[in-house]
């Protein structure tokens, strides 16, 4: 059996507060991609939202851990770490693909960067 340890009642209100919050993200994120219109719209809101809410996540299981532990626990720094950098490098390549396939099938598509560029500023 596993013996029931006490934390200080600051440690379980920060983590609580933390998680919360993180929800609070997630739902934040959830509304955003219902109330817009398009996909390329649609794309932001979860990505921002789901990012906040890992570090969230994370810094709860800093907290928790490491006051249990009685010293550091960071390997949690990790998935948040990876997250930051994987995510915008998937939804990049989501928002690619689906321009390419609007394309394809003649619908309108967002102006090109680089032709704002060189009407603007020359």
Known sequence: MTEYIELPFWVELLT????LSSSLFALTGAL???????????MHPPALASTLGAW????ASIVYFSVLKEGPVLHAWLIPILL???MPV????????ALFRKRMAGDPVPAEVSSRRSDSGS
């Open 16 to 19: 609580a507060a933390l998680l």
């Open 32 to 42: 955003g991609l219902w109330r817009m219109k398009d996909f390329f719209q649609r």
């Open 56 to 59: 969230c996540v994370a810094l």
């Open 84 to 86: 930051s950098i994987t």
């Open 90 to 97: 998937t939804t990049l390549l989501l928002a690619r693909a």
